[in-house]
């Protein structure tokens, strides 16, 4: 096991490129990297090896949807990385493309956020601004509601993922926001855009 190379962050993205065309799907997994830093941050954790995993979680999906995980895994062996990430991964399609159940606190975070910022972007695109920096909690609670709305969005996985941190959803939702209006100009949601 001590053997096992640690990816960095440089070596994460150069993958995320190689297996991923869509820039709709970069872009997702900027936004987890992006909300799994913060949770790191918040929770002292390792804010490297979260936002890694974060960047990396949906690296088979563009080219591999119906091997969704296990794409992954492979791939992931190949390179080298440690097993406590490749599991990490996994574990964010636990009941839908895989039975890798999120037992550590990075685990559960990743889980809790990945549907949760698809909301969040869907929710900034549709405001005047076009921009994550004055999305609040409120709107995305009442979008939540609306099923037609963001409707590839499991909002089941998200409120068992706040389930298992044990927090509200609010402050999930909260915290999701905070963490992507960080790189809200690579996400293409600072609506910067509208004032040229």
């Known amino acids: 096991m001590t053997n096992k190379h640690i990816p960095t962050r440089e070596e994460a993205f150069t ?8 820039e709709s799907l970069r872009k997702h997994g900027l936004a987890v990297e992006a909300v799994m830093r913060y949770y790191a941050k918040k929770y002292n954790e390792d804010e490297e090896k979260w936002g890694v995993i974060g960047l990396v979680h949906d690296l088979d999906w563009d080219q591999f949807p119906e091997d969704h995980c296990n794409k992954t895994r492979e791939i992931l062996e190949q390179e080298n990385w440690p097993e406590e990430y490749i ?12 039975e890798v159940e999120p037992k550590s606190l990075l685990e559960k975070t990743l889980y809790a956020v990945d549907e949760l910022t698809g909301l969040v972007t869907t929710t900034a695109l549709i405001r005047p601004s076009k921009s994550v920096m004055d999305v609040k909690v409120k709107s995305v609670k009442r979008n939540w ?25 609010e402050d999930l939702i909260h915290d999701c926001i905070k963490g992507m209006q960080k790189i809200a100009s690579e996400l293409g949601l600072n609506g910067s855009d509208l004032n040229t």
């Open 145 to 169: 509601k609306n099923k037609r709305f963001a409707a590839g969005v499991d909002r089941t996985v998200i409120a068992r993922g706040a389930d298992m941190l044990d927090i509200e959803l």
């Open 15 to 22: 993958l995320l490129k190689k297996y991923t065309k869509s």
């Open 87 to 98: 599991r990490a991964i996994q574990s964010h399609a636990w009941l839908t493309c895989t």
